[in-house]
């Protein structure tokens, strides 16, 4: 659908060069910002050298964004709960062709091995009795390997030349390709999310049966980013399997419990509060899956919410009465009420409460599931969580894109729809813009911000012209990367605001002023389309694409001014203090004298006039390479690693 609906859509490889049509277009990911916020751990660290007994289970319903290190010896998938569709159970890894820090393994259209996903060295040369003595694992054990595989789930689509991989490395230290998965002959609408499906290895050959046995799963693909998406969940070995026996000694939620807001993802406490009634949904559900042979009920299925300030809202009421959840299969739970009293207790936070987290949390309880350890996944996925983030922004995302979107006309508009309940003053707006591939890049790019009140079919309220894009880097700036432009005066750039009254609906947009500027999409919030418009060909409508989502632009509000969100945060230092660099103006590198501390304990950020990182390294031998840098002026941004504060410097590259 995405390739077919606007056949004369503008090619991006011609950035700059046509008039562009206008339009929509969705593009995958090219960076994932989830996994450069958290990219700390190196790849010795996550060893673990002993062997593991069976059964090898991992279900990854855990917070990522790595997977287990006790399970698995690299970290390059994306561990998540966002990017598939219907999983097995709540989380899945994710092959795609980012790599462990969140960016591209290779550069624009090419094509290579992506992420791998090794496992730890498994015990397949003795087996544990139950009285807790040993012996020899052999074939009559009928040992299988099963896992779930998904192409696709929310994003793009492997095609027919893209491939997954499984591997096994026998007892010579040989990786043997055991199985290969290809995508698909043509490409899947945008509406269409293929099922996960379960597939089933046999371990029969002697070479397998040896102490340090390992497999690993790779995709290949498109490496320049998340093209062609893989989702693995719930890998297990174990012995006394069946070819086509489906079962797992387990019951799983397989999503995080549904929202509470009923419009927005978060807002303001302060405009939740008057019209608490309709901003907070009194309806909850949860949704299963049965990996049991038989039908199950769980014992015990509770909900239970509660506030950073302490109030207990919900506690321990049920989702399932006496209900039997049928065998491999999917169960969602009757739609149910919350007490009475739900909203109620919520109401007695004080409006003026700032930074209030409301948590959901779904249990079962279930006997006769795989294993009494904690650790294990049957248990593991008994308990599901959800935040509800009440603090100065409006929101209809859950912070985190799985594709983008971009509107292909040189001066075509998008806009996204809020609504007040009470009075309250536009500080600044927030956009998503991820990482983009050479071929997007914003280079050059400018556009408009936008504001309208009650109506798109009037003037802009506010505008601010010619903004350059900053896509957050998210490791020094901004978790999940979004970026924040504060109002500011038209003349002399100062604070701004303004005040919306109560009841009252605005819109917060922008205008594209030549190249095309994607923004990130939260494809888990389809229902929030609605809220999202573009205008083409003069009419302002929803955007015509199905399924869509929710556009990641936001509103900022309240008494405090907004803090642009720059490269160059307001809190950092002068350099000075702790090193002094020369020279300047610099050719090929930069000399550092360090005067507290030592060279490693400082990291070194490069960015140019816009906020953009150049480069960025660790500080060793006193100095950096400047090696292919532009003339033109420059910013150093140099963390202490371990006090965590930061320093600026200005300096030029000549040549």
């Known amino acids: 659908m995405r390739r077919l609906y606007f056949s004369i859509l503008f090619i991006f490889s011609t950035l700059c060069l046509n008039a562009q049509q206008e339009g929509v277009k969705l593009l995958p990911l090219s960076t994932q ?26 279900d990854f319903s855990y917070e990522g964004p790595y997977p287990d290190r006790n399970l698995w010896l690299d970290n390059r998938v994306f561990v998540n709960s966002t990017m598939a569709y219907n999983p097995p159970s709540v989380g899945v890894a994710t092959f795609d062709g980012i790599n462990y820090n969140g960016k591209p393994y290779g550069q624009q259209g090419e094509y290579g091995t992506g992420d791998t996903l090794t496992s730890n060295y498994i015990n397949l040369r003795t087996v544990i009795n139950p009285d807790g003595s040993r012996r020899a694992l052999t074939v009559a054990d009928s040992v299988y390997m099963t896992f779930f595989l998904q192409p696709k789930g929310l994003c793009y689509e492997p095609l027919e030349k893209d491939s997954m991989v499984l591997e096994f490395k026998d007892n010579a230290g040989n990786w043997q390709i055991v199985k290969t998965y290809k995508g698909f002959k043509t490409y899947i609408a945008d509406d269409s999310f293929p099922p996960f499906v379960m597939y089933f290895i046999p371990i029969r050959d002697a070479k397998y049966f040896y102490g340090k046995f390992q497999f690993r799963f790779y995709n290949y693909g498109q490496i320049d980013g998340a093209n062609e998406l893989w989702h693995l969940d719930y890998v297990k070995i174990g012995i006394n399997r069946r070819f086509n026996n489906k079962t797992l000694d387990d019951l799983a939620f397989i999503d995080q419990p549904r929202p509470i807001l009923t419009r927005y993802s978060s807002m303001p406490w302060r405009q939740a509060f008057p019209n608490v009634a309709t901003e907070v949904t009194d309806k909850f559900n949860a949704r299963f899956y049965n990996h049991f042979a038989d039908q199950r009920n769980p014992t015990n299925t509770n909900v239970k919410i509660t506030s950073s300030t302490g109030v207990a809202a919900v506690s321990s009421i049920t989702i ?3 209900v039997n959840i049928l065998p491999n299969q999917f169960y969602a739970s009757l739609v149910k009420t919350y ?3 739900f909203r109620t207790k919520l109401g007695t936070i004080p409006a003026t409460t700032e930074n209030l987290v409301v948590t959901s949390e779904n249990t079962l309880d279930l006997s006769g599931q795989e294993g009494k350890d904690l650790a294990r996944a049957a248990y593991r996925n008994d308990v599901v969580t959800r935040k509800t983030i009440f603090s100065n922004y409006f929101a209809y995302d859950d912070g985190t894109a799985e594709m983008m979107y971009a509107a292909t006309g040189f001066s075509q508009q998008t806009a996204v729809q809020f609504k007040t309940n009470v009075a309250d003053t536009l500080r600044g707006v927030q956009f998503s813009f991820p990482y983009v591939r050479k071929k997007y890049q914003f280079r050059d790019a400018k556009f408009n911000i936008q504001i309208w009140k009650d109506s798109l079919n009037t003037t802009p309220i506010y505008e601010k012209k010619n903004v350059s894009p900053y896509a957050v880097d998210a490791k020094v700036d901004s978790l999940h990367g979004i970026t924040t432009y504060r109002l500011e005066t038209k003349t002399g750039g100062k604070d701004t605001f303004i005040v919306i009254p109560a009841n009252t609906t605005f819109y917060v947009g922008y205008q594209n002023v030549d190249n095309q500027i994607p923004i990130g999409l939260d494809r888990n919030s389809l229902d929030k389309a609605k809220y999202a418009f573009t205008k083409i060909n003069t009419k302002w409508d929803t955007i015509p694409y199905y399924p869509l989502g929710a556009l990641i632009i936001r509103a ?3 008494n405090k001014p907004a803090q642009n969100t720059s490269s160059l945060s307001t809190h950092d230092l002068p350099l000075s203090e702790v090193m002094s660099v020369y020279p300047n103006p610099a050719i090929d590198r930069l000399y550092f004298d360090v005067k507290k501390g030592n060279d490693e304990d400082y990291e070194i950020g490069v960015f140019n006039l816009i906020g953009q990182l150049q480069k960025r390294e660790i500080l060793r031998g006193g ?19 371990q006090t965590n504060q930061n320093y600026i410097h200005k300096f030029v590259v000549s040549q």
């Open 623 to 641: 100095q950096m390479q400047l090696s292919n840098m532009s003339q033109g002026i420059y910013f150093l941004k140099v963390r202490n690693i």
């Open 556 to 558: 900022v509000v309240g």
């Open 320 to 322: 399932l009465d006496g």
């Open 339 to 341: 007490p009475t009293d």
């Open 33 to 58: 910002p989830v996994l450069e916020y958290k990219a700390e751990l190196s790849q010795a660290e996550l060893l673990a050298p002993d062997s593991i007994d069976l059964p090898f289970i991992d």
